[in-house]
């Protein structure tokens, strides 16, 4: 291995055995023994020196950027980019499930590879899961995918895909937050099973990460300012980590990119917890009870905000800023980003589309500055509409009070 993983609260260094927590509330980073450099590859490939794998596998997942001429001259932007995530194949889009999540699933698989591990758990609120799903299919990885009630459907692939390897478990009396309790009950007693890991998966935070060097790189200076609507946190922080690699390496001049996150008006913690000026989240940050939203995709219980290396430290370090979006103001910037750019996309990217107006209505950000706009999700309605799809069927429908037991005892059954 090219790399050691780095504790973000002792400085302290050690060995990858897919190692996801050493200290507590505190994050590892890879930390990459050699100088980076490009590879002849596709999608994240092209960026392996800065992934923690010990080689490339056949598997293609990537960042399509462009200069987005026609949506910058209605928005008066003319140094806006797009890293587009998803299916569009004029573009060479490489996310074959839709969303970026495909770009996390790619490096985390050649991880799980290396360390010998049996198979793969992961619990999802429909993205990742997709995304996992379509390349352990295609690698005959064993995976246990747990989801809430409202996700199932969020699971398909195209017709035929290979999914012999796929189990997919639906939790329903539960939400997201439920699967990944049932997904950790029952990797606790699964020898050799891994979970996937979330925003400790440094495979994760780093495949994603790669967007922001193929922004670099295809721009030819480090974009001001990034935008992407938030849930969790992997993607922005890995985002960020990789923009300091890349000032540190030489390669581009500083600083980072600012941070422009964006939550849907209803569920907002990061956003309230940062305009409050904390750097922990406290219980008044999130609703108190059950809300809906426009992007479901952004909902998470328990985003990564107060960890040594989080969402608030890398808001920090950017000199970051936060939005809440509504409903309409996100409906109508979906409607805008489609009309003008020919793609359908996913509400996260709908989100961020309306936060990047908020910012250029506040002057939060100059109209020229070079700028980044993160569509982590679209073309599904296109792919869905060129090929036939299927959903995978649920393997095993449990509660939330007993899932980790009925998965269990359904796994010895055979």
């Known amino acids: 291995m090219t790399y050691k993983l780095q504790c973000l609260k002792t400085g302290d260094l050690l060995i990858d055995k897919y190692t996801l927590h050493y200290t507590e509330n505190a994050l590892l980073r890879a930390i990459y023994d050699k100088p980076f450099q490009l590879q002849e590859a596709d999608g994240v490939?092209?960026?392996?020196?800065?992934?923690?794998?010990?080689?490339?596998n056949d598997y293609v997942a990537g960042t399509t950027t462009y200069k987005a001429d026609a949506l910058g001259t209605e928005l008066g932007m003319p140094n806006l980019w797009v890293t587009f995530h998803g299916y569009w194949p004029e573009k060479g889009a490489m996310c074959p499930t839709g969303s970026f999540k495909d770009m996390e699933a790619v490096p985390t698989i050649q991880r799980l590879h290396d360390h010998g591990c049996k198979g793969l758990i992961c619990a999802s609120a429909g993205n990742t899961a997709r995304g996992f799903t379509h390349f352990c299919g295609l690698a005959d990885m064993p995976l246990i995918v747990v989801v809430g009630k409202d996700h199932g459907h969020r699971i398909w692939t195209k017709t035929g895909h290979p999914t012999d390897s796929v189990k997919v478990v639906v939790v329903e009396d539960g939400d997201y937050y439920d699967a990944k309790t049932v997904a950790k009950?029952?990797?606790?007693?699964?020898?050799?099973?891994?979970?996937?890991?979330?925003?400790?998966?440094?495979?994760?935070?780093?495949?994603i990460g790669s967007l922001i060097l193929d922004a670099a790189f295809t721009i030819g200076s480090m974009p001001e300012h990034y935008f992407q609507g938030i849930g969790g946190g992997p993607g922005p922080i890995g985002v960020h980590e990789m923009a300091e690699r890349l000032i540190e390496s030489g390669q581009f001049e500083g600083p980072a990119p600012r941070q422009h996150l964006s939550q849907n008006v209803e569920h907002s913690p990061i956003h309230n917890a940062w305009q409050a000026k904390r750097d922990h989240l406290v219980a008044e940050d999130f609703p108190p009870h059950d809300v809906e939203v426009y992007s479901d995709y952004l909902m998470n219980k328990g985003p990564a905000y107060a960890q040594v290396g989080g969402v608030h430290d890398i808001l920090k370090g950017s000199n970051g800023q936060t939005y809440v979006v509504e409903r309409d103001d996100a409906v109508a910037a979906k409607s805008l980003f489609e009309s003008i750019e020919g793609i359908d996309i996913m509400t996260p990217g709908a989100v961020a589309t309306a936060s990047l107006q908020q910012a250029l209505a506040s002057g939060e950000i100059e109209h020229d500055a070079v700028t980044v706009l993160n569509i982590s999700g679209g073309g599904v309605e296109r792919m869905k509409q060129e090929h036939d799809t299927a959903v995978v069927e649920p393997w095993l429908r449990v509660t939330k009070e007993n899932g980790a037991a009925m998965i269990l005892e359904a796994l010895e059954q055979g």
């Open 45 to 56: 490939w092209k960026y392996l020196s800065w992934l923690p794998v010990s080689k490339a």
């Open 185 to 207: 009950g029952i990797a606790k007693q699964l020898t050799g099973w891994q979970m996937e890991g979330s925003v400790h998966n440094v495979a994760r935070r780093d495949g």
